[in-house]
């Protein structure tokens, strides 16, 4: 099957500006996740989504960073604006829902802030 | 929140050696546990993983983990590493009532010499 899709795969900003990262989920998978992996660190998660309802986003900086999943299908991370602590590996994973077995990790998007 | 702790940052062993790395985690309930491994390059791959039951899981590629469950602990191990195991490994952990929130450890960097 195919896996979890992420574009773009690298992305440079200069800090202030602001950047979208998109994630196609494993079809059929209900639930998707973006983590926020710091070089150094292991993935961190940022929300959670089941279908199109935000899960647990306790974890997300709100004031410069926001997520959708409108369609309960693929979804797009926002960072606005971008400072340089920001810069990491955006990481999407999709299962086929809550407590399920299958959790696929995508490959990345490298964001640089300079 | 829950604290998962890899002790060992960078290992390096020579091919046919033993291979043990620590992880320990912070949380005194009901805890899932996973090992994940990360190729140059690739996405984060599932080696193994424990729900409840036999405390020792054995996974893909010959590696297995054993929970133990008073010391906080879910050790890695393999008898005798090959170079094709370079990668970096991180253990995770998920709350029994929340399934899918992962937190992960910072990560164990393995350098296999030929």
């Known amino acids: 099957e195919a896996g979890v899709a992420q574009s773009p795969r690298y992305k440079i900003i200069e800090k202030r500006q602001s950047v979208a990262f998109w994630c196609n989920p494993i079809s059929g998978h209900a639930t998707l996740y973006w983590y926020q992996q710091i070089l150094g660190q292991g993935p961190k998660l940022l929300i959670q989504f089941q279908n199109n309802g935000v899960v647990d986003d306790s974890q997300l900086p709100k004031d410069r960073f926001s997520a959708e999943r409108l369609k309960g299908v693929d979804s797009t991370l926002k960072i606005q604006p971008a400072k340089l602590e920001d810069s990491a590996v955006y990481l999407c994973?999709?299962?086929?829902?809550?407590?399920?077995?299958?959790?696929?990790f995508g490959s990345g998007t490298r964001l640089t802030v300079v | 929140a829950q604290s998962v702790s890899q002790h060992n940052h960078h290992v390096i062993l020579s091919e046919a050696a033993s291979l043990e790395l620590g992880c320990n985690y912070s949380y005194g309930g009901t805890v899932n546990l996973f090992w994940y491994v990360q190729y140059p390059g690739q996405h984060l791959q599932l080696l193994l993983k424990y729900f409840s039951g036999d405390p020792l899981v054995k996974g893909i590629k010959g590696f297995e983990a054993e929970f133990i469950k008073s010391k906080f602990s879910f050790n890695l191990r393999k008898p005798s590493v090959q170079w094709s195991d370079t990668a970096e490994y991180f253990c995770?952990?998920?709350?029994?009532?929340?399934?899918?929130?992962?937190?992960f450890g910072s990560g164990t960097k393995l350098n296999v010499k030929p």
């Open positions: 995770a952990v998920s709350q029994g009532d929340n399934f899918n929130k992962f937190y």
């Open positions: 994973a999709s299962s086929p829902g809550q407590g399920a077995i299958g959790y696929t």
